[in-house]
């Protein structure tokens, strides 16, 4: 149980094109959905939280505006790079959790932007 | 300090050995503890959840937590190259609180 389903896996764009990466709980009703950045051999850095039906809540140092957050329903949330550029390269991951139950995550989005 | 400090490694283990990891952390107010496995180019997979202090069992895995020396492990027994990958742990206040605070990981090397 408690399976997070992330997609696209890897996506390659040119620099200036937007980029929608989903997340969906398959098995469970995510009540909050998380959105981490990941570097090579670092360890997760949380970009913000969303709960179903409210605004994201951004952590210090990202760009609402760059990084769109949906949680329009309890089973999906989508991440949207805006005006992507190389910099935004990185490996984008998803979790969810259910109530006071632990994060599940999905299996990631690696972003290359050109 | 950071809040949570863990061991980068790499720990390389010749299959069948029992591994220990570890994490400390500085925050008394943690009370639920986490450990994810993350394999290369994949999301972290839950191993185990525990909450406060003592032991945890399941399969080849063992968490511990002492809250009084602010310090967790996780225990693999029988271990198997299958099992090479990255382990997280993973910190927060309250079930409901939204932030996990994650160590920086271990690499671990299981060789055949």
């Known amino acids: 149980g408690a399976v997070v389903s992330q997609h696209p896996s890897w996506v390659i764009c040119k620099s200036g094109t937007s980029v929608k990466i989903e997340c969906r709980s398959l098995?469970?009703?995510?009540?909050?959905m998380f959105w981490y950045r990941q570097f090579p051999k670092q360890s997760l850095m949380l970009m913000a939280t969303?709960?179903?039906?409210?605004?994201?809540?951004?952590e210090q140092g990202v760009e609402k505006d760059k990084f769109l957050i949906n949680h329009a329903s309890l089973t999906l949330s989508t991440l949207t790079v805006t005006s992507a550029h190389p910099e935004d390269s990185s490996f984008y991951i998803c979790?969810?959790?259910?109530?006071?139950?632990?994060?599940?995550f999905g299996d990631g989005t690696r972003l290359s932007i050109l | 300090q950071k809040e949570v400090e863990q061991d980068p490694g790499p720990l390389s283990v010749p299959e069948g050995a029992i591994v220990s990891l570890n994490c400390t952390y500085s925050?008394?107010?943690?009370?639920?503890f986490m450990w994810y496995r993350q394999y290369s180019r994949k999301g972290p997979e839950l191993l185990m959840y525990?909450?406060?202090?003592g032991n945890k069992e399941d399969g080849r895995f063992t968490a511990q937590v002492d809250k009084s020396s602010k310090y967790i492990s996780l225990f693999i027994r029988d271990s198997q190259p299958s099992d090479s990958a990255t382990y997280l742990c993973?910190?927060?206040?309250?079930?409901?609180?939204?932030?996990?605070?994650f160590g920086t990981g271990t690499r671990l090397k299981v060789l055949a």
């Open positions: 979790s969810g959790r259910e109530s006071n139950q632990p994060q599940h």
């Open positions: 098995d469970f009703q995510a009540t909050t």
């Open positions: 969303s709960n179903e039906g409210s605004k994201a809540t951004y």
């Open positions: 925050n008394s107010a943690f009370q639920y």
């Open positions: 525990t909450y406060s202090s």
């Open positions: 993973a910190m927060s206040v309250t079930a409901g609180t939204y932030k996990y605070i």
